[in-house]
């Protein structure tokens, strides 16, 4: 299933360090219209780019970690990022930073990227922010800072790697990684495999789900739209029962084949070593719901 958005433990003044987080460690319903007030605040530096709703819409935004918990790719990520003894490391895609501060965890250099400001101001108010930069922006921001290991993950769901709908649009930000990168080290990331056809799951009664928010009593569900080119086309729905408030979040993906996102790589200046079809380093086949990529720099 895609992201469904959105909820973590966001508190109602964003604390100065982990350790005062620790006071409010879950949403109480009582602060979500402050809480709704500085996610607003926090969006207005992401006014230059369109982004999903989900990415931007306070109560969404909210909702993101609730419905994308730690799992098999996180650690998949930190093994990787031990095995190569990766010590400077970018995430771009960070969101709300779930995988950027536990990569950070050990000692190492790690910067977080992500284009939505109120993705951002959630993994800000995490324990363990302060060990991660933080950066506002996308992957032209990268610069060249000499990483060893630069992740692009959508917590389970590839999103990152397939928010980039052109061909045009992908290779710029493979790029920028390839820029941000030393010769030899790596770029890991994942795509959802167009064979597993996800798309076709995506309808209301495979996804309708009842959930409690800090908004009160949610009814939430998916619809696809439209699906052609390799793109995927799908609705958000999340309904406020109590109000009966409705946002409908729009998204677009595109859906790469491993041969697409193997020449693409190759196109930028990288080599392919692995292509997993799980997080369990299992090799790719036609019911695999991700491709797995490691890839290095020439
Ligand atoms: C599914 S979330 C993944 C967040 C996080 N990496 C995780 O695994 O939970 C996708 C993220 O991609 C970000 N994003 C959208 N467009 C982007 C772009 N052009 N460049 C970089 N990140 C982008 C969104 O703001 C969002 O935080």
């Not at 392919?272 to 720099?297: C, I, K, M």
């Amino acid at each position: 299933m895609p992201q469904r958005y959105l909820v973590t433990a966001a508190t109602r003044h964003a604390p100065s360090s982990p350790s005062s987080l620790a006071l409010f460690p879950r949403p109480r319903r009582e602060d979500a219209p402050q809480r709704r007030h500085d996610l607003r605040e926090a969006n207005k530096g992401t006014a230059r780019m369109k982004l999903d709703r989900h990415y931007t819409d306070p109560r969404l935004v909210e909702l993101y970690d609730r419905d994308n918990p730690r799992g098999a790719d996180t650690d998949f990520y930190v093994r990787l990022a031990a095995d190569l003894a990766a010590q400077r490391i970018l995430d771009l895609g960070c969101g709300t930073g779930l995988l950027t501060r536990e990569l950070a965890a050990s000692d190492r250099q790690v910067v977080g990227v992500d284009p939505a400001s109120a993705m951002l101001a959630v993994a800000r108010w995490q324990p363990g922010a302060d060990r991660v930069r933080w950066v506002d922006g996308d992957a032209s921001a990268l610069g060249t800072p000499e990483a060893d290991l630069v992740v692009m993950t959508g917590n389970m769901t590839g999103n990152v790697a397939q928010v980039f709908l052109d061909d045009s649009e992908w290779a710029a930000p493979l790029r920028a990684i390839h820029a941000a990168l030393r010769p030899g080290d790596h770029l890991a990331f994942e795509s959802r495999n167009p064979d597993d056809r996800a798309w076709e799951r995506w309808n209301r009664d495979a996804t309708f789900e009842r959930i409690d928010s800090p908004y009160g009593p949610m009814e939430c569900w998916l619809e696809v739209v439209s699906v052609g080119n390799s793109r995927v086309r799908f609705e958000g729905h999340n309904v406020f029962t109590d109000t009966g408030e409705v946002i409908v979040a729009s998204s677009e993906l595109r859906f790469r084949s491993l041969a697409e996102l193997t020449d693409s790589l190759i196109d930028a200046g990288f080599t392919v070593e692995q292509v997993y079809g799980d997080w369990n380093h299992r090799p790719v086949s036609s019911t695999s719901r991700v491709l797995v990529f490691v890839a290095r720099r020439g």
